[in-house]
Structure formats: C-alpha cells, structure tokens
C-alpha cells in the first residue's frame, strides 16, 4: 500500500511538470522492454528479449502496436497481428487507448525521450522500454 501511495504521488508531482505532449514525437518506433516494476515493488530486469514492440503513430494520433521478432540486418518477423491504438491528453497525461477484437485498456505515459519509454498499466504495473537498436552484421 505504501509503495503505491508513493507511486501515485510520483505520478502526481512528474505529470505537473512536464507538458506531455512533447512525449508524442517519441513514442513512434521500435522499443524493448528493459524493466517492469509491477505494483507490490517487485521489479523484473530483461537482459535478453526476443521480441520487441513496434509503435507507428500517425498525425491524427492514430496508430498501431506489432510484436516482432527481430532478425539480423534490419529484419523482422511478425505473424501479423496488431493492437490498434489512439493517443489522447487527459488531465494532464498522455494516455494510449488499445483495442483488438477481445479487448480494449488503457496505459499512461510516465516518460518518453528518443532513448526511453515509462508506461504505466491498469494495474499499476510499470514498464521501462528502451529504444531497440537492430542487430546489424557485416557479412559479405
């Protein structure tokens, strides 16, 4: 219970002081899941992931999120499915609004840079992603 008062209050004090809508230009790309914090403290380290999340926002805030597995040479390999998604400012947050054809939720940006992504769930469960940089080989 204290670590989510204090969650909250965190939430609270860092969503007064940033505009987040300067978070929108950097939530478009590729992203991995560096750690998740989950809402009784316990925080989980990826080291490896073999899979990563691609976002593509369009003007009008509209966009989709892809699973891929990723290849060598900027290769990538999904199986096609998508998670539709919509960016909305509410009360001070940017929120992204998922939908497939068996469920609709929401997250909320915490932080977005060119380099890292903070979300938090329904739950209170938080994700750090950070930007993937693609696995690139010389070979000849």
């Known amino acids: 219970m204290k670590k989510s008062l204090w969650l909250i209050c965190l939430l609270i004090i860092s969503s007064c002081s940033v505009n987040p809508e300067t978070y929108i230009e950097h939530i478009d790309g590729y992203w991995e ?15 490896f992931n073999e899979t990563i999340d691609y976002i593509s926002i369009n003007d009008s805030l509209h966009g989709f999120r892809k699973k891929l597995k ?15 998604l ?9 929120n ?21 992504l903070k979300i938090v769930n329904e739950n ?16 000849e």
């Open 70 to 84: 990723p290849g060598i040479n900027n290769t990538y390999f999904t199986s096609g499915d998508s998670e539709s």
């Open 96 to 116: 992204i609004y998922y939908s497939t054809p068996y469920a609709q939720w929401k997250e909320t940006v915490i932080e977005a840079s060119n380099d890292y």
């Open 86 to 94: 919509t960016l909305k400012i509410e009360n001070n947050s940017l």
């Open 33 to 47: 899941i560096d750690e998740v914090t989950l809402s009784n403290g316990t925080t989980k380290q990826y080291k």
């Open 124 to 139: 209170n469960d938080v994700y750090l992603y950070k930007r993937y940089t693609p696995i690139n080989l010389d070979v």
